[in-house]
């Protein structure tokens, strides 16, 4: 069936009339002046379809229909799924959706005792008519399970805290063996579990992690330590510990294509690349690398939705009182409607088979379980990444729609003949309990639809080709075989059969193929399974790097990390990949030229800095592989002309003298310093940059600039007294209100390194309101470094000259160290500073300070009351939501109040979550929200305090962690990058970024001002 336009059919037709049925009939007061009875006659239930009229709802691309394939009583709530050798069925059933009985959860309930467990059921199509007929519950008992794996005749289980094995010894179907492999995964909030389970290429285990975090032990594999997967994924090969993987910022999806490359999703982030391996960040201590993965979609992460079901009622009700206010008039059509962006993308399958023709390959999937629909990208290359792009002809309509609203499509997986199955949990309402208010949440039942489910299988309208035999019918020795099938599920399936069987010849008929498969896919497999079953030569590798195809090149270099000393050794051919035409394959060859000798790799990753300092993954790759030798690579580069010119070439150098710079080997700082101060005679520009960059990293390993010339004077000869002329003409710059704010910006960072308190007077003289924020803050960063006795007292002096963004600033600055602590409250104490300045949050980190001192000074400062109840407060402020309000002068209290934080209509930082996700929330819900912020924080926004060696104490949310560091995020969207070997002790605070008690400084009608603003989003009208 053809897709179109959402309004073009008249079942949309429909679902349009009944939303502005609900919205404009009947006595429309606003929320808070409805009674329960009014309430519950805006918020009809929804009935569900029984399970043999669900296909005539389906809207579907041209060239595809949907065959039922289980439905209740057979299954109930599939949320996953895998297929086993034979082409049985293992059927993840999270009955337990949404509450549990454990204590300090998110979704903690009395309800829980009304739902049943979770299992695991296995599936069975015994006559082969394309419809289940057997169902038997494989293992129950189960907490939230998530995920399962088919092996060794049984399967793997995720049900947070534990991954465990089970096994039907005698035929039954039933499990009679279980045993927990791994345990420590998080289980507060239901919808940040770990999941996955996914085969990889290498034939290993892989999953998300999610944002409830890990602390993961492996059980079964001797006395090993837990690791922390917060803010990394995870896999393992059976038999194996676990490992942690970089993160790829998936929510519930994980999935690889054909070609080992890495997919995830998250709710308003609907696909995801993940570009690079975290394990070579570890070889490299020294180096602060954070990303890991990037938003490969072209129309934006939260990307614009078409569905074909309306509305749910209670979705309606929650963004009514947009319609019912008095500037109703000026909203579009569109957004008197809760829906129209992704919000609860899931379930992502990358396709590169052949059973939907050729078109169709390199096409990404991803449900939307809260739109009733399926979405379809696009691969494309984007230099050592992917864009992914609507079809052409799918610009205003959806893969898969359905108008019922209860279908919820949770999963897609690719079976037997490369099919691909659509689970759907189908239920009637699955959010957050948090996420809808509580008068709505009364009429709703979240349990509904406990006791039903459905699987489809995707067919295109063309007869499809008869079905083959499935791995598991086939004879051993004919496994390798399979790998050049047409359908991935054949291929992924024999290849975990080869590594679990292991059957004789199995490394000659690999290695046949590696030399002689005409399909790329064959080959790449063939490379990885030899590896995996401890086959793989150095001339298989050989083979590889001389592929035609650049995937199969890229993971020969990859694996020839292995290979790159002894007799036979392939360092010569991997240098070469280092000149590779596939920019992926250069990414690879730059991170495994770090297994190399060190006097061998430079030339070639100069080469490829050369070719590709533009691009920031090669540069991280570069940066994490040269290890000792960031020196003489600094050096050799930044004496070339011609690179110093490059796009990207300054921000290469300056990664490699911070590098240089944190090491402190004192010869090669000396060299890094010889450079800079040589190439500044022909780029002079380039200098204070890098001079910077690499007291940055000095700063790192406790020394610094000053200390340098002091010592070693005499290597440095000349050279040190540029450096002195450099600080006076910096100062000079940043003194001159003539000069760029770039430029001053740069020049009061590196001021900051100028040691004592030689330059603190000129830092200080900028903080004026005639100053450009940028070089304020700049400033007040370098004075926060300085130990110069008069640092904090002036910042404290110039505090009524500051804008509330630089103040933010200036208190992290002075908050970072006890003796700067001193000086502020020795203002508070005096009265020269109000101890309304601090907000909450800050007052309450000096109250839980970790020096006695400083906590007993805090609170014979700060008088201890009461702190008045959340919820009286919000009964307080219940009367601005009767105001009328006007969003312009909303925006205006969001700049003010919000922005420091939240982004919106092109204002503020993107630090909280994004705004734009909660624009369809009721006033009443925002208000709730504005007035307890520390309600409902999702994990991966908890505030944490990190308290460093060198007695410093930084405070933000966890944006990003690797092996060897991890970067904070605080407001206005600042970041500090830190190495985990100067943290000293890292806590949870538990709380929000946004404090508490942020109405105190605002007045009723600003409060409806600003609600209405952020319920008003993406509006065309009457912008200011």
Not at 267 to 286: L, M
Not at 895 to 920: L, N, S
């Amino acid at each position: 069936m053809e897709m179109k336009h959402p309004t073009d059919e008249s079942g949309s037709l429909m679902a349009w009339c009944v939303t502005a049925i609900l919205l404009f009939s009947g006595p429309f007061l606003r929320a808070q002046q409805e009674t329960r009875k009014q309430l519950a006659g805006l918020l009809p239930r929804i009935p569900p379809t029984e399970a043999e009229d669900t296909l005539a709802g389906f809207r579907l691309a041209k060239g595809f229909r949907l065959e039922l394939t289980a439905s209740e009583p057979h299954v109930v709530d599939p949320i996953a799924m895998a297929f086993d050798e034979l082409g049985d069925l293992y059927v993840v059933e999270m009955r337990d959706y949404p509450f549990t009985s454990d204590q300090d959860n998110l979704t903690t309930s009395k309800l829980a005792g009304r739902q049943p467990p979770g299992r695991v059921r296995l599936l069975k199509d015994t006559d082969s008519d394309g419809r289940i007929d057997r169902s038997v519950v494989f293992l129950g008992g189960l907490r939230w399970p998530t995920a399962v794996a088919c092996h060794g005749g049984g399967g793997f289980i995720l049900a947070p805290p534990d991954i465990l094995y089970a096994r039907d010894d005698d035929g039954d179907g039933k499990a009679d063996r279980k045993e927990v492999h791994y345990s420590g995964f998080g289980h507060r909030n239901v919808q940040a579990l770990a999941n996955g389970l996914r085969w990889g290429p290498d034939l290993k285990l892989y999953g998300n992690t999610s944002s409830n975090g890990a602390m993961v032990k492996s059980l079964l594999y001797g006395a090993l330590p837990a690791i922390s997967l917060s803010g990394r994924d995870f896999r393992f090969r059976p038999g194996s510990p676990i490992e942690a993987v970089p993160s790829g910022g998936g929510q519930y999806g994980v999935c690889f294509d054909n070609l080992g490359n890495r997919f995830t999703c998250s709710n308003s982030s609907h696909c995801k690349h993940v570009v690079v391996e975290e394990s070579y960040f570890s070889r490299n201590p020294h180096l602060p690398a954070t990303s890991t993965h990037r938003s490969i979609a072209a129309d934006g992460a939260a990307a614009p939705v078409f569905r074909t079901s309306p509305a749910e009622p209670w979705r309606v009700v929650r963004t009514r009182w947009r319609a019912s206010s008095s500037n109703a008039s000026r909203y579009a059509r569109t957004e008197l409607v809760p829906i129209g962006y992704f919000t609860s993308a899931t379930g992502i399958l990358a396709y590169n088979g052949e059973r939907y023709g050729k078109d169709f390959q390199g096409s990404l999937l991803v449900g939307d379980v809260g739109g009733n629909l399926v979405h379809r990208k696009i691969l494309e290359p984007d230099g050592v990444s992917f864009r992914a792009r609507r079809p052409g002809a799918a610009e205003r309509a959806e893969f898969i729609s359905s108008s019922d609203n209860w279908f919820r499509p949770a999963q897609l997986v690719e079976g037997p003949g490369g099919y691909i199955y659509i689970l759907d949990m189908y239920r009637e309402t699955i959010e957050h309990p948090h996420s809808i208010p509580e008068s709505i949440k009364e009429h709703l039942d979240l349990m509904s639809g406990n006791e039903r489910g459905r699987i489809y299988r995707l067919l295109p309208t063309k007869k499809p080709p008869p079905p083959r035999k499935p791995p598991g019918r086939v004879e051993p020795s004919r496994l390798a075989s399979l790998l050049e099938a047409d359908d991935s599920w054949t291929v992924e399936t024999a290849a975990r059969l080869i590594a679990e069987k292991r059957p004789p010849g199995a490394a000659t008929q690999l290695r046949k193929l590696l030399r002689g498969s005409a399909s790329p896919q064959a080959r790449f497999r063939a490379l990885w399974t030899l590896a995996a079953i401890d086959s793989l030569r150095a001339e298989d590798v050989r083979e590889g790097l001389e592929d035609p195809h650049s995937s199969v090149r890229k993971t020969a270099v990859r694996l020839s990390e292995g290979y790159l000393q002894g007799e036979g050794a392939l360092l010569e051919n991997l240098l070469k990949a280092a000149g590779d035409a596939a920019p992926a394959v250069r990414l690879q060859a730059a991170f495994s030229l770090g297994a190399g000798p060190r006097d061998l790799i430079i030339p070639a990753l100069r080469s490829i800095a050369r070719r590709d300092c533009a691009n920031s993954w090669i540069r991280s790759a570069i940066l994490c592989s040269c290890r000792q030798a960031s020196a003489g690579l600094f050096s050799t580069l930044c004496s070339d002309r011609q690179f110093l010119a490059r796009p990207g070439a300054i921000e290469l150098l300056q990664g490699l003298a911070e590098l240089t710079g944190a090491r402190d080997e004192r010869a090669s700082v000396i060299e890094v310093f010889l450079a800079i101060a040589g190439c500044r005679e022909h780029s002079p520009e380039a200098g204070p940059r890098l001079f910077e960059a690499l007291a940055r990293g000095m700063r790192r390993s406790g020394s610094s600039l000053a200390e340098l010339v002091s010592t070693e004077g005499r290597k440095l000869g000349s050279a040190a007294d540029q450096l002195e002329g450099l600080f006076r003409e910096e100062a000079e710059i940043l003194s001159d209100r003539k000069q760029e704010a770039g430029r001053r910006s740069i020049a009061a960072r590196l001021l900051g390194y100028s040691g004592g308190g030689t330059n603190l007077e000129i830092l200080l003289a900028v903080l004026d309101p005639g100053t450009p924020p940028g070089v304020q803050l700049a400033a007040v960063q370098s004075i926060g470094m300085s130990k110069a006795p008069g640092a904090a007292q002036g910042l404290i002096e110039r505090w009524s000259l500051l804008s509330p963004s630089i103040r933010t600033e200036a208190l992290e600055m002075l908050f970072r160290r006890e003796e700067k602590l001193g000086a502020l409250l020795d203002a508070l104490a005096a009265g020269d500073l109000a101890p309304a300045e601090l907000d909450p949050a800050r007052r309450k980190q000096l109250l839980d300070h970790p020096g006695e001192a400083i906590r007993k000074r805090s609170r014979k400062i700060f008088e201890q009351t009461a702190r008045e109840s959340r919820r009286a407060v919000f009964e307080k402020l219940r009367p601005s939501l009767d105001l009328d309000a006007n969003p312009k002068l909303g925006r205006e209290v969001f700049k003010k109040t919000c922005a420091t934080c939240h982004r919106a209509e092109g204002e503020g930082h993107a630090v909280a979550p994004d705004i734009e996700t909660v624009k369809g929330r009721d006033r009443e819900s925002l208000l709730l929200h504005l007035v307890d912020p520390n309600r409902e924080v999702a994990p991966s926004y908890i505030v944490y305090n990190a308290i460093l060696k060198d007695g410093r104490i930084l405070t933000g949310i966890i944006a990003g962690e690797t092996a060897t560091s991890l970067e904070l995020v605080r407001a206005e969207g600042l970041r500090d990058t830190l190495l985990r070997s100067q943290i000293k002790e890292l806590k949870s605070t538990g709380r929000s970024l946004m404090p508490e008690e942020i109405e105190k400084n605002l007045s009723l009608q600003d409060i409806a001002n600003l609600l209405d603003f952020i319920r008003g989003l993406g509006r065309k009208a009457e912008r200011p």
